[in-house]
């Protein structure tokens, strides 16, 4: 793949990375304040942005392939392996919730010169090598239970992705409606 402008492989990662940092950043995402108000449900500008950005690429991807532009046989969907989601979901989720970031936040705090962005980093590591120490007693259970290759929503609903894609839509108007006067 090449791309953006004409850039291939790490490259292309990294200038993505960087615009991507400095979005999250000039939308005040690189503050806990931010995902730990969404975690009490008193700040609902994280799901707003995501789910509406899930949505529109959900829209440009079905778009594409309808227009004959993409072939999803060429996109790779991986297994669910629920035992396996489920423990890094956990691990993951209980992090968040007490650092006050993701792991992409916390890489943009610390380029804004957050300490507790660099010691969130240090944890993300921490965490890492402790499941990369228990990985082989505990493999054949994060594998136990596998799902469907290559599921998506439309495919497990049994509907139409369009039918998917204007119930997300509805969704986040609704969530957004909602959430209006919801001040952090």
């Known amino acids: ?51 509406t950005a899930i949505t529109v690429c959900a829209a440009l991807l079905y778009g594409a392939r309808a227009l004959g532009m993409l072939d999803f046989g060429g996109i790779f969907i991986p297994s669910v392996y629920f035992w396996g989601t489920l423990l890094g979901g956990a691990g993951v989720g209980i992090g968040m919730a007490l650092g006050g970031y993701c792991p992409g936040t916390s890489e943009v705090a610390l380029a804004s010169g957050r300490l507790d962005g660099l010691l969130f980093l240090l944890g993300i590591g921490g965490g890492t090598l402790a499941f990369n120490a228990v990985y082989l ?48």
């Open 1 to 51: 793949m090449i791309a953006p402008f004409g850039f291939g492989g790490w490259l292309s990662g990294l200038v993505l990375g960087i615009a991507f940092g400095f979005i999250l950043e000039g939308s005040g995402f690189g503050d806990p304040r931010i995902l730990t108000g969404q975690l009490r449900l008193a700040d609902w500008s994280v799901f707003r942005v995501m789910f």
């Open 137 to 184: 007693a505990i493999k054949s259970w994060v594998y136990a239970q596998t799902g469907p290759t290559a599921l998506t929503l439309p495919h497990l609903l049994g509907i139409s992705p369009l039918l998917v894609i204007v119930a997300m839509a509805v969704i986040i108007a609704a969530v957004g409606w909602l959430t209006r006067s919801v001040k952090p």
